[in-house]
């Protein structure tokens, strides 16, 4: 059997297709070792092996340690690794893409490059978030007063339904306790949704940076698939989980998220949901769906050639190297 070192990075036909893994794993107070090709997590109370490739995202809480042989697998494995703080506040995520051609994120870039384009798939990003309405000729600021609006209303009514006062939305970064036990559900909701958001724009090849709603941030096109299902999924969650006990509230909301992602299937839903954002309606074929991989070189209007071959025979010019 080839030893780490030279064992070569899996192919995309050995791994698990994104949409088929668990949404995420949380650890903590524990280390994390490698046995060939599941990760193994040791803690007093014993070892549990883990297959890498079934992993979506690994979040990594406090008292962790993990080997450079265990981040090697989790990164072969396409899946991302998320280091959760004590309050749950801030994460760092690697990861290599599980989709080998680039077809999905240059249609990414096409959209985002051109203005018309970009707003349309905002204004489908808000018709998507916000069944029922038809934000078709809103401009962007239109876009962002509506669903401000919309987004206190489903705070509002999910305080109302649950039964506990709710003052707004407040958070300050680095201090997870200085919220309400409510305050304190969102926050954590909200970073289950960004790293699960992560871990599918990174498996699918696509640009995190290139945002349609959000800019300026090296992941603003994550920030804006997470908010896809604030309202739908992670808000309700975090007042249910609030309204149940003040006690333990991160922990408790990261585990009922995990809980409804898994049962509704909701990383295959996100892989369906990037792909209808950015791939043009009408495109014939899944720009993901062939795992080989493919080089091809650019040569005049718009034409592909083969790489890995000499074409100077082709050229008929003279070339002063």
Same mark, same amino acid.
């Given at each position: 059997m080839a030893t780490i070192g030279r064992r070569g990075m899996s192919s995309p036909r050995e791994l698990t297709r994104m949409g088929d893994r668990l949404s995420f794993v949380y650890l903590e107070r524990c280390t994390l070792h490698r046995d060939d090709n599941a990760i193994t997590a040791e803690d007093a109370e014993g070892i549990i092996h883990i297959p890498s490739a079934t992993i979506g995202t690994l979040l990594l809480g406090p008292g962790t340690r993990v080997t450079h042989q265990a981040m090697s697998v989790l990164g072969d494995s396409g899946a991302g690794v998320v280091w959760v703080g004590e309050h749950g506040v801030r994460f760092y995520s690697g990861g290599r893409s599980l989709n080998r051609s680039s077809a999905l994120v240059e249609a990414q870039a096409t959209r985002w490059a051109n203005q018309r384009l970009r707003l349309d798939v905002a204004r489908e990003m808000y018709r998507m978030r916000f069944p029922g309405e038809?934000?078709?000729?809103?401009?962007?600021?239109?876009?962002?007063?509506?669903?401000?609006?919309?987004?206190?209303?489903?705070?509002?009514?999910?305080?109302?339904?649950?039964?506990?006062?709710?003052?707004?939305?407040?958070?300050?970064?680095?201090?997870?306790?200085?919220?309400? /036990?409510? $305050?304190?559900?969102?926050?954590?909701?909200?970073?289950?949704?960004?790293?699960?958001?992560?871990?599918?724009?990174?498996?699918?090849?696509?640009?995190?940076?290139?945002?349609?709603?959000?800019?300026?941030?090296?992941?603003?096109?994550?920030?804006? @698939?997470?908010?896809?299902?604030?309202?739908?999924?992670? @808000? /309700?969650?975090?007042?249910?989980?609030?309204?149940?006990? /003040?006690?333990?509230?991160?922990?408790?909301?990261?585990?009922?998220?995990?809980?409804?992602? $898994?049962? @509704?299937?909701?990383?295959?839903?996100?892989?369906?949901?990037?792909?209808?954002?950015?791939? /043009?309606?009408?495109?014939?074929?899944?720009?993901? !769906? $062939?795992?080989?991989?493919?080089?091809?070189?650019?040569?005049?209007?718009?034409?592909?050639?083969?790489? !890995?071959?000499?074409?100077?025979? $082709?050229?008929?010019?003279?070339?002063?190297?």
């Open positions: 038809d934000p078709a000729g809103l401009t962007r600021h239109e876009l962002l007063g509506k669903e401000g609006r919309r987004v206190k209303e489903c705070y509002r009514r999910e305080a109302a339904r649950v039964g506990i006062p709710w003052n707004g939305r407040t958070y300050l970064p680095g201090d997870f306790t200085s919220g309400d /036990p409510a $305050n304190q559900a969102v926050t954590a909701a909200a970073q289950c949704m960004y790293g699960i958001a992560q871990t599918t724009v990174t498996a699918l090849g696509c640009a995190p940076g290139l945002g349609f709603i959000h800019s300026g941030h090296e992941l603003a096109f994550v920030l804006d @698939i997470a908010d896809l299902y604030k309202t739908e999924i992670a @808000i /309700p969650i975090a007042f249910d989980v609030a309204a149940q006990s /003040p006690e333990d509230v991160g922990s408790r909301t990261r585990r009922a998220i995990r809980d409804q992602v $898994n049962q @509704i299937g909701l990383l295959r839903r996100c892989v369906d949901d990037i792909k209808h954002l950015i791939v /043009p309606n009408g495109a014939k074929g899944d720009p993901t !769906g $062939n795992d080989a991989d493919r080089v091809t070189l650019q040569s005049d209007h718009g034409a592909e050639v083969e790489s !890995g071959r000499n074409h100077a025979d $082709n050229y008929a010019g003279e070339v002063d190297w």
